[in-house]
T-cell receptor, first 114, second 114 residues
Framework: QKEVEQNSGPLSVPEGAIASLNCTYS??????FFWYRQYSGKSPELIMS??SNGDKEDGRFTAQLNKASQYVSLLIRDSQPSDSATYLC??????????????WGLGTSLAVNP | DGGITQSPKYLFRKEGQNVTLSCEQN?????MYWYRQDPGQGLRLIYY???????QKGDIAEGYSVSREKKESFPLTVTSAQKNPTAFYLC?????????????FGEGSWLTVV
C-alpha cells in the first residue's frame, strides 16, 4: 500500500528558531510533492510544491526533496507564533491512474512558543 | 476573485435526511474533489472528477453521491445511508502544471447530525 508518513508531533519550537518537518513516502516513482498548512478549523492552504531533487526556497520556507531516500522536508526559518498549525505532506504518485489523486500524510502539529 | 466556494459553511442534518453540499469554482480547473476530515484526523477522499459527466469513487464513497454536470460545479449529497456523517467536508479543485497536480481547497463545510 502506498503511504505517506509524518511524525504527528506536536513539534514545539521557540519563536525565531528553525522548525523542521519531515515526510517519508513509500512509492519510489512518486513525481511531485506538496506541503500544506492547516489552521485549526480551517481548510488546508498550499505552501509549496517541489518535484526536483534539492532545495526550493520561498520566503521563510524551504522544501527539500531527496528521491533516493524517499523523503521530503519543510524548513521554516524565523518561526513565528502564527506558524502554529498542522502541516500536511501530500504526494502525487505515478501509479495513481492518470495522476490526479494525491496521497496525504496525517500531518504534523507545530507549536511556536513566544 | 478566483476561488472555490463551498456552501453552506454550517449544516445540520436530522437522522434519515439527505443533504447536499455545494461546491463551485471559477478557476477553470478540470479536476474536482471531495474530502472528509474528522477531528484530529487526516483527509479521506470521497469522490473525484476529472472531466464533466465523469467521476470516480474515492476511499470512502459509501453513503455519498456526486454529479458533475458543469465544469464549475461538483455538489456532494450525503445520503441517509451514511451512518456517521458528522465531519468537516472539503471541496477542492486542481489543474496539471509543471509542478504536478496542484490541489486548492475551498473553505469547507461543517456537517452535524442532530
Amino acid at each position: 500500500q502506498k503511504e505517506v508518513e509524518q511524525n504527528s508531533g506536536p513539534l514545539s519550537v521557540p519563536e525565531g528558531a528553525i522548525a523542521s518537518l519531515n515526510c517519508t513516502y513509500s512509492d519510489r516513482v512518486s513525481q511531485s510533492f506538496f506541503w500544506y498548512r492547516q489552521y485549526s478549523g480551517k481548510s488546508p492552504e498550499l505552501i509549496m510544491s517541489i518535484y526536483s531533487n534539492g532545495d526550493k526556497e520561498d520566503g521563510r520556507f524551504t522544501a527539500q526533496l531527496n528521491k533516493a531516500s524517499q523523503y521530503v522536508s519543510l524548513l521554516i526559518r524565523d518561526s513565528q507564533p502564527s506558524d502554529s498549525a498542522t502541516y500536511l505532506c501530500a504526494v502525487n504518485p505515478f501509479w495513481a491512474g492518470n495522476n490526479r489523486k494525491l496521497i496525504w500524510g496525517l500531518g504534523t502539529s507545530l507549536a511556536v512558543n513566544p | 476573485d478566483g476561488g472555490i466556494t463551498q456552501s453552506p459553511k454550517y449544516l445540520f442534518r436530522k437522522e434519515g435526511q439527505n443533504v447536499t453540499l455545494s461546491c463551485e469554482q471559477n478557476l477553470n480547473h478540470d479536476a474536482m474533489y471531495w474530502y472528509r476530515q474528522d477531528p484530529g484526523q487526516g483527509l479521506r477522499l470521497i469522490y473525484y472528477s476529472q472531466i464533466v459527466n465523469d467521476f470516480q469513487k474515492g476511499d470512502i464513497a459509501e453513503g455519498y453521491s456526486v454529479s458533475r454536470e458543469k465544469k464549475e460545479s461538483f455538489p456532494l449529497t450525503v445520503t441517509s445511508a451514511q451512518k456517521n456523517p458528522t465531519a468537516f467536508y472539503l471541496c477542492a479543485s486542481s489543474i496539471l502544471t509543471g509542478s504536478g497536480n496542484t490541489i486548492y481547497f475551498g473553505e469547507g463545510s461543517w456537517l452535524t447530525v442532530v
